[in-house]
């Protein structure tokens, strides 16, 4: 079968690979379409912390059952939300119901490869089924959930003045869910496309336009308060750095985003603020499951979300042309068969 596989930084490839050999407690399925991810974008340009080459990349994943264990309540035909982290179950995190960072923990297309291919077989506990979802719907779950995830861990409430750093495809997904939650979502990102798509579908009620001098802006737009909750969806050091200033005496941040280096802060700001920090990796079932019903109401502005295509094989030529100009990208689907 084929997949598009990252055999080096800079490096994309149309391969050859072997079909895969359903596991006793695996579920078989044919792939049909793949969210490209700032992962998948990071993995291109060898950014990634937890990566090895050669890589199938996606992890952004539905598709419809092909084949399933006697007795499983899959069936083939059925189209299926994949959710692509492998917990171990057994480890501390698992123990705790937090398989989302389980210690050995392994992601489709990061520790393992993953669903950029037409086939793949996959534990029958990593499989939702997508209901009334479409193919398209069902592959955008992952990444919300990200976001819906994020918004979990805050424990945001109404009216609570929130902060979102970063609109890329999951900064979008965490003001979403932040808006939905009751939040008085303002997003912040350099990129004025994004942030106009953000108002305009109404995932975010203010944007701020950012620039150097970001802590003004947002001592600007709060009157010298700082936001009670501050999300950093960036990957970015500089702006990971930056978002402890962003906080409100007594406020909390949430950081979404990951980055390979050790990021600093000064601890007189943080004490002063006696502020709280999360980080928020992954997502659980409850996520996954809270995305979907929000798709399936029709409070997901896909619309707009959904910018890019391309077939796995033009994948090749457009994820490293989508990785050096992201203009007008928000999220890109691949369509396989």
């Known amino acids: 079968m084929h997949a598009l596989v990252c055999r080096a930084p800079g490096e994309l490839a149309l391969d050859d690979r072997p079909e895969p050999e359903r596991g006793s407690t695996d579920v078989l399925v044919q792939v049909r379409r793949v969210g490209v991810c700032g992962t998948d974008f990071h993995i291109f340009e060898g950014s990634h912390p937890f990566l090895e080459y050669p890589r199938v990349i996606g992890h952004e994943l539905a598709g419809e059952v092909l084949e399933a264990r006697p007795g499983s309540a899959f069936r083939p035909g059925q189209t299926v939300v994949v959710n692509p982290y492998l917990s171990c179950g057994s480890c501390l995190a698992c123990r705790k119901g937090k398989p989302n960072c389980c210690m050995k923990i392994a992601v489709l297309g990061v520790h393992r490869d993953g669903g950029m291919c037409e086939r793949i077989s996959v534990p029958e506990g990593n499989l939702y089924d997508a209901g009334n979802l479409t193919v398209e719907q069902a592959a955008t779950t992952e990444f919300l959930a990200i976001g ?27 003001a979403l869910f932040a808006t939905m939650a009751g939040g008085e979502v303002t997003i912040m990102d350099y990129d004025r496309g994004r942030l106009t798509v953000a108002l305009e579908s109404g995932i975010a009620a203010r944007a701020i336009e950012a620039r150097d001098g970001g802590e003004d802006l947002v001592a600007e737009a709060t009157d010298g308060d700082g936001f009670e909750l501050v999300f950093d969806a960036t990957g970015s050091r500089a702006s990971m750095e930056e978002s402890f200033l962003h906080v409100a005496h007594g406020g909390t941040l949430v950081m979404v985003g990951v980055v390979a280096k ?56 457009d994820i490293p042309q989508w990785a050096g100009d992201k203009k007008g990208l928000v999220k890109a689907l691949v369509e396989i068969g």
Do not use: Y
């Open 148 to 174: 819906a995830h994020a918004v979990a861990r805050s424990g945001l409430g109404d009216g609570i003045p929130t902060l979102v750093i970063g609109a890329g495809p999951i900064g979008l997904g965490a």
């Open 262 to 317: 050790p990021i600093t802060f000064s601890d007189p700001e943080f004490h002063k603020r006696e502020m709280r920090v999360l980080a928020s990796r992954n997502a659980l079932r409850s996520d996954f499951e809270r995305v979907m019903r929000a798709l399936e109401h029709g409070r997901v502005p896909l619309d707009r979300l959904l910018t890019h295509r391309a077939t796995l094989a033009e994948a090749v030529r």
